[in-house]
């Protein structure tokens, strides 16, 4: 049986039967951090892991990069876009304005 020191830096090797099945206190024989491992422990990792799966925030994330990213490639395409179609000047325009409002609100 393999199990990992709290700190996640080292794991050891045990007899599955020096293990109780309702776990122990066990202590790390490299960096002497002391922890309970055993079934209850493993409940616990699964409730705190369960607590940080948040399947909208990691897609609204995800969004936001993507949008912040096609927002950068345009950006830096900006002539060629320009002499493709003249009408994406008025983007331009619009997010230099945008920009020059966020900036004098900041200031205020």
């Known amino acids: ?3 990992s020191c709290k700190c996640g830096k080292y ?3 045990i007899k599955k039967s020096d293990m ?5 206190e066990v202590q790390c024989g490299i960096c002497n951090e002391v922890w309970f491992h055993g079934l209850g422990s493993q409940n616990n990792k699964l409730s705190i892991n369960k607590s940080f799966k948040n399947p909208f925030l990691y897609q609204l994330i995800i ?5 912040l990213s096609i ?4 950006d830096m395409l900006e002539e060629f876009f320009i002499s ?3 009408q994406f000047q ?3 325009v619009a997010k230099e304005q945008l920009i ?7 200031k205020k």
């Open 71 to 74: 927002i950068g490639i345009v």
């Open 90 to 92: 008025n983007y331009y």
């Open 1 to 3: 049986m393999i199990i």
């Open 11 to 13: 794991q050891f090797t």
């Open 100 to 106: 020059q409002k966020i900036l004098t609100i900041i």
């Open 84 to 86: 493709l179609n003249t």
């Open 20 to 24: 109780p099945n309702n776990g122990r």
């Open 63 to 67: 969004y936001i990069i993507i949008i």
